[in-house]
């Protein structure tokens, strides 16, 4: 059985900071391309952040860049979302994601709410 449990969002103020993670069993995640993704109230799911299997590039989303910061612990199996700098506009439910040769999994979803 593939999963994937996204925990550490909660209720913070601006400027504060959160760390997303993400827990993976039945799939080696070294081998997967990983990403966060999140949906805000009333708006379509868009890509924060991804970071590649094969060579660890990143990609970070205009609105993130430079406060948020994308890792994996392939010892653990583990994937993270550091978030510094939060505003009210980051406000959603964040998943994450993992993709290898056309598979895709999703864990469950955390929610991050800022508050101004």
């Known amino acids: 059985e593939v999963q994937l449990q996204a925990s550490g969002g909660g209720l913070v103020q601006a400027g504060g900071s959160l760390r997303l993670s993400c827990a993976a069993s039945?799939?080696?995640?070294?081998?997967?391309?990983i990403g966060w993704f999140r949906q805000g109230p009333g708006k379509e799911r868009e890509g924060v952040s991804c970071i590649s299997a094969s060579d660890g590039s990143t990609y970070y989303a205009d609105s993130v860049k430079g406060r948020f910061t994308i890792s994996r612990d392939n010892a653990k199996n583990m994937m993270y979302l550091q978030m510094n700098c939060l505003a009210p506009e980051d406000t959603a439910v964040y998943y994450c994601?993992?993709?290898?040769?056309?598979?895709?999994?999703w864990g469950q979803g955390t929610q991050v709410t800022v508050s101004s």
């Open positions: 994601n993992a993709y290898w040769w056309g598979r895709d999994h």
């Open positions: 039945g799939i080696t995640l070294a081998d997967h391309a």
